[in-house]
């Protein structure tokens, strides 16, 4: 647990660093200019075998790509904070529990790191509610603690579920570009392959997470419905703010 204030200040200290990668060399696939022309190079290249001209992110594309990673980043911190919240308060009542909760704050540090490293190295903002999130997700994974195992884990069921349908939408996007870029006869920037690989995986872990809380008596909170309808709307309205904001 002692990893957040670590990746805390870490994302902090690359969300204010000053703009590194100017040079023209430097292929980005947000930066459209230079993928224009290595696409032209790659064009008249023209021989069989020679590789495909890079699919160049539309500017819709891109604005797409910008928020989903600022999205993404809040909503590790946030759940980062969650757990970190419910750790204590869980393990102390049900001391099985502890590796699980440890896995699970494990895997959304590993998470946080990958969305900080991405809004960093491609210059995103991240989101201007970020401490906002900060007091929301702790104050929710205390008070969800505070109820009970089960209330605890039914935040996690509902949380996961938002972040899991979140995850998937991007994952489908990506997918619909990459079938455009075959019908063009281009390939997707080997960055945003390994991105959808990234996305697909986060995806998968959070779906486990969803799992592991169902398996322990998510189910059981009282009272179940409205507590998992409030924070998944609570989820909802994150995400749409973290877009724009
Ligand atoms: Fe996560
Ligand atoms: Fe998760």
Redesign the pocket.
Same mark, same amino acid.
């Given at each position: 647990m002692e990893a957040i204030p670590t990746l805390r200040r870490y994302a902090l200290a690359q969300c204010r660093r000053p703009s590194r990668f100017t040079s023209p060399i430097y292929l980005d696939f947000l930066a459209p200019t230079a993928l224009r022309s290595q696409r032209r190079q790659a064009s008249s290249s023209g021989s069989t075998g020679a590789p495909k001209p890079r699919y160049v992110l539309s500017r819709k594309q891109r604005e797409f790509l910008d928020s989903a990673l600022r999205v993404n980043q809040a909503? *590790?911190l946030a759940?980062t904070l969650i757990y970190k919240a419910q750790s204590p308060q869980v393990v102390r009542s049900y001391p099985h529990l502890r590796p699980l909760m440890k896995h699970m704050y494990d895997? *959304?540090a590993g !998470?946080?790191k990958v969305f900080n490293n991405l809004v960093a190295k491609h210059e995103i903002r991240p989101t201007a509610m970020y401490p906002i999130w900060e007091v929301a997700a702790t104050f929710l994974g205390w008070s969800t603690a505070a109820l009970g195992r089960e209330a605890a884990m039914a935040c996690t069921e509902a949380v996961e579920t938002e &972040?899991g349908s979140h995850y998937n939408e991007q994952v489908r996007e990506i997918l619909m570009w990459e079938a455009d870029a075959e019908r063009r006869g281009e390939e997707l920037d080997e960055e945003l392959k390994e991105m959808l690989a990234t996305f697909r995986r &986060?995806r998968d *872990? *959070?779906l486990e !997470?969803l799992d592991h809380a169902v398996a322990n008596d998510s189910k059981e909170a009282k009272p179940y419905d409205p507590l998992v309808d409030a924070i998944r709307l609570g989820c909802r309205t994150a995400i749409k703010i973290s877009e724009k904001v």
């Open positions: 909503g *590790e759940a895997q *959304e !998470h946080l &972040i &986060i *872990e *959070e !997470h």
